[in-house]
T-cell receptor
């Protein structure tokens, strides 16, 4: 079945530094990838939708300059948290689908737990 | 705009009891997909079921069953003879067919299920 690999699984960084999270589709071409953030005991909130080769579409309230998303190939999307601060500590999950057409399933990565100290 | 409501924040049951998790959704689309996911403490999302808006047949998979009723915009999930391993957070989610930037998935708040032995 479809597999999405997300790395790293967890990361601790100092306040003010940047962190990059990778999301790779291993056995399919991911035309569209989604990035979610989940705070403890809360739901998954969509941050942005990215289509290969084009700029990401951010949800309202998500800072584009803080959360940089790059979807340069059909198998790789990256989320960079720039100048991270403790309030950015969260669980980040990516999801990929093989097409924009309705009806494709979603495959999720295993998530990245970010702690900013 | 799409919206998913899971009114039950937390449910506790004793092993072998049956339990139903409620999900109510809102959408203006006539074509959409509904999903249920399980999130154990490890954090990864486990896909349970996908149902399209044109298929109102109930589904049973082992101890799991789903009741989809368009008339009440509900897609409830029942676990029969619950087990301790069923303890997790369960999310209901909705994806509308016609979206400009990709078929994003919107999640409900989640229901924490605790099964006690």
């Amino acid at each position: 079945g479809a597999v999405v690999s997300q790395h790293p699984s967890w990361v601790i960084c100092k306040s003010g530094t940047s962190v990059k999270i990778e999301c790779r589709s291993l056995d399919f071409q991911a035309t569209t990838m989604f990035w979610y953030r989940q705070f403890p005991k809360q739901s998954l909130m969509l941050m942005a939708t990215s289509n290969e080769g084009s700029k990401a579409t951010y949800e309202q309230g998500v800072e584009k300059d803080k959360f940089l998303i790059n979807h340069a190939s059909l198998t790789l999307s990256t989320l960079t948290v720039t100048s991270a601060h403790p309030e950015d500590s969260s669980f980040y999950i990516c999801s990929a689908t093989p097409g924009t057409a309705f009806g494709y399933g979603y495959t999720f990565g295993s998530g990245t737990r970010l702690t900013v100290v | 705009a799409q919206k998913v409501t899971q009114a039950q924040t937390e449910i506790s049951v004793v092993e072998k009891e049956d339990v139903t998790l409620d999900c109510v959704y809102e959408t203006r689309d006539t074509t959409y997909y509904l999903f249920w996911y399980k999130q154990p403490p490890s954090g990864e999302l486990v896909f349970l079921i996908r149902r399209n808006s044109f298929d109102e047949q109930n589904e049973i998979s082992g101890r799991y069953s789903w009741n989809f009723q368009k008339s009440t915009s509900s897609f409830n999930f029942t676990i029969t003879a619950s087990q301790v391993v069923d303890s997790a957070v369960y999310f209901c989610a909705l994806s509308e067919a016609w979206q400009e930037y990709g078929n994003k998935l919107v999640f409900g708040a989640g229901t924490i299920l605790r099964v006690k032995s």
